[in-house]
T-cell receptor
């Protein structure tokens, strides 16, 4: 089976930095996704990592260590619109995604 | 506009009734998926289809069935709804390959009373 863990909630101040950690134990590994989901909406793609290291895309960066079964999503210069749930998902050898329960980030003024 | 659509947006259903949730994509993606999302549990895969004519079971398939008669459509049927099937249902699609970002539909909020 798949086991993907991430914190339930995080709170940060506008303009700050927040790091959301994700650890995983899965049968096979073909990459790790981060999705953003605003309340009442569908998840939308943020990032994809398949090799170790840091992928940077504007204010968002994602890191992967395959040997440690660990990833993090870094959100910089937080804005109020970044208040959302962030979903860590691992794709296994059969190309199915397994999701963590999600981390709800609240940005306060 | 290319994308993935779901219908209905929301539905209240009496227990024991049959219900089909519709999903259509126009991106010519090979693979399609149905998830349910419940508070504290995240997205869980119900059924999937890697290509038209084939389907497979996900993590929580009991009480649900799917069909994939063509590339674009992937309906999800609840043969006899039960209250535990109250959830938000998301359909998704992707190209299968080394990098297969899944695109999600807007979701269907289903309440079974």
């Amino acid at each position: 089976g798949q086991n993907i863990d991430q914190p339930t909630e995080m709170t940060a101040t506008e303009g700050a930095i927040v790091q959301i950690n994700c650890t995983y134990q899965t049968s096979g590994f073909n990459g790790l996704f981060w999705y953003q989901q605003h309340a009442g909406e569908a998840p939308t793609f943020l990032s994809y990592n398949v090799l170790d290291g840091l992928e940077e895309k504007g204010r968002f960066s994602s890191f992967l260590s395959r040997s440690k079964g660990y990833s993090y999503l870094l959100l910089k210069e937080l804005q109020m619109k970044d208040s959302a749930s962030y979903l860590c998902a691992v794709i296994s050898n059969d190309y199915k995604l397994s999701f963590g329960a999600g981390t709800t980030v609240t940005v306060r003024a | 506009i290319a994308g993935i659509t779901q219908a209905p947006t929301s539905q209240i259903l009496a227990a024991g009734r049959r219900m089909t949730l519709r999903c259509t994509q126009d991106m010519r993606h090979n693979a399609m998926y149905w998830y349910r999302q419940d508070l504290g549990l995240g997205l869980r895969l119900i059924h999937y289809s890697n290509t038209a004519g084939t389907t497979g079971k996900g993590e929580v398939p009991d009480g649900y069935s799917v069909s994939r008669a063509n590339t674009d459509d992937f309906p999800l049927t609840l043969a006899s709804a039960v209250p535990s099937q109250t959830s938000v249902y998301f359909c998704a699609s992707s190209d299968q390959g080394e990098y297969n970002e899944q695109f999600f539909g807007p979701g269907t909020r289903l309440t079974v009373l």
